[in-house]
């Protein structure tokens, strides 16, 4: 059983551009939590999302950022028009329900020049 | 709003020594869960030990343990008989047993282990 995979590992994009980061979650789960962490900082929740539903998202920027569950495919979290303050590492979790603890990918290292 | 405080930036220890890293954590719910997390220079958040709020036994896990208290809301870990392998950042973290499922994370303790 194949952990969480979240890929691109490294992302470069120029200012103004688009980023599209994927994480496939674990056989079975259906919860996905999405995490950010500034260099030098803890990790902070940005969205959580079950499939075709995102049930928190209180952590979200309110412009620019986005994040979808489809019912078939991968979790993406999209951040428009990327700014300098948006380099950062992006962690996905997944969990098989609420309740029940979840387990990391490796994350996406966004750097924007 | 829930909080989690790591008041040691850098910690460094001896090999084959204990060291004990600290958290405190401001909540008002009776019901919820503590974890410590390791992150080693590969980034992968790596799950250390959790603990059930509802249980008085403090967690074990091999070498690692914590000192939960609940009353004091402080919940540190203490690793035994370091090794190098342990060198990494540790980051505390809370979790409601109700509602919201996310992850309250503190700013990590890096963590030096000497040979």
């Known amino acids: 059983n194949a952990g969480v995979m979240q890929n691109p590992r490294h992302l470069v994009r120029r200012r103004g551009q688009e980023a599209r980061l994927r994480c496939s979650p674990m056989k079975g789960h259906s919860h996905v939590y999405w995490y950010r962490q500034l260099p030098e900082e803890g990790l902070k929740f940005m969205v959580y999302l079950q499939k075709e539903n995102i049930i928190d998202e209180s952590g979200m920027p309110k412009e620019r950022f986005s994040a979808e569950f489809p019912k078939e495919g991968p979790s993406i979290l999209r951040i428009q028009q990327v700014v300098r303050g948006d380099s950062a590492a992006y962690f996905c979790?997944?969990?098989?329900?609420?309740?029940?603890?979840?387990?990391f990918g490796q994350g996406t290292r966004l750097t924007v020049v | 709003a829930q909080t989690v405080t790591q008041s040691q930036p850098e910690m460094s220890v001896q090999e084959a020594e204990t060291v004990t890293l600290s958290c405190t954590y401001d909540?008002?719910?009776?019901?919820?869960?503590l974890f410590w997390y390791k992150q080693p220079p590969s980034r992968q958040m790596i799950l250390v030990i959790r603990q059930e709020a509802y249980k008085q036994q403090n967690a074990t896990e091999n070498r690692f343990s914590v000192n939960f208290q609940k009353a004091a809301k402080s919940f540190s870990l203490k690793i035994s008989d370091s090794q190098l392998g342990d060198a990494a950042m540790y980051f505390c973290a809370y979790r409601s047993g109700q509602g919201a499922q996310k992850l309250v994370f503190g700013q990590g303790t890096r963590l030096t282990i000497n040979p």
């Open positions: 909540t008002s719910e009776s019901d919820y869960y």
């Open positions: 979790a997944s969990s098989p329900g609420q309740g029940v603890d979840a387990f």
